[in-house]
Every structure is written in C-alpha cells, then in structure tokens.
Nanobody, 119 residues
C-alpha cells in the first residue's frame, strides 16, 4: 500500500522556522521525483520545491533563498526546511512523488500538513 505521510506543520510567528517531513512507503522511493506543494484558502495549489531522483533541487520564486528541500533515500523521507516564514506561507503543505515509467505516469500525494504563520 502506497503511503506518503507528512508531519511537522504547526503555528509559528513570522520570521520563524519549521521543518516538514514526509515519509513514504509502498513504492520505489529513490527513483521518484519529489515535490512539496502548498494550497492556501481560495488559492490554487502552488509548486514550492522539487528534488529529482537525479539530485537536482529547484524552487518556486516565492520561496527561493528561504526554503530548502532535501531527501534521504535510506529513510524514504523528503524534507522541507522553511526559514524566514511569512504570513503568505500559510497553507496546507503536501508532498508528492511522481515518475514516468514505460509511458505511464505514477503519482502519489500525502494528506497534507497545515502551516500557519502569524503576523
């Protein structure tokens, strides 16, 4: 059974930090590209950061220089270190794993973790 379980969300004051974790199971984690996405109330889901299976990290413009994505394939876990948090970072954060295999896209989502930044 495929599972992605996020944790680490919570309430933090503006300027603070949080570290999100997402533990995966049930699939070949190391060959999947991983992303963190977020969705705030009334807004579209936004791609925050990506860490590919080949080791490349990329970020959305709104989080560059503040957030860091990393992965530990030995623990089947992807992390999102969030620093200098702003009220605009308030959202539900989701981890995602995806891979194109033999012409078929495999994609899995976690249930999300709430991050609330107080101003």
């Amino acid at each position: 059974q495929v599972q992605l379980v996020e944790s680490g969300g919570g309430l933090v004051p503006a300027g603070g930090s949080l570290r999100l974790s997402c533990v995966a199971s049930g699939f070949a984690f190391s060959i999947f590209d991983l992303t963190w996405d977020r969705q705030a109330p009334g807004r579209q889901r936004e791609l925050v950061a990506t860490f590919t299976s080949s080791g490349i990290a990329t970020y959305g413009d709104s989080v560059k220089g503040r957030f860091t994505i990393s992965r530990d394939n030995t623990k089947n876990t992807v992390y999102l270190q969030m620093n200098s948090l702003k009220s605009d970072d308030t959202a539900v954060y989701y981890c995602n794993a995806h891979r194109l295999l033999a012409g078929r896209r495999f994609e899995y989502w976690g249930q999300g973790t709430q991050v609330t930044v107080s101003s």
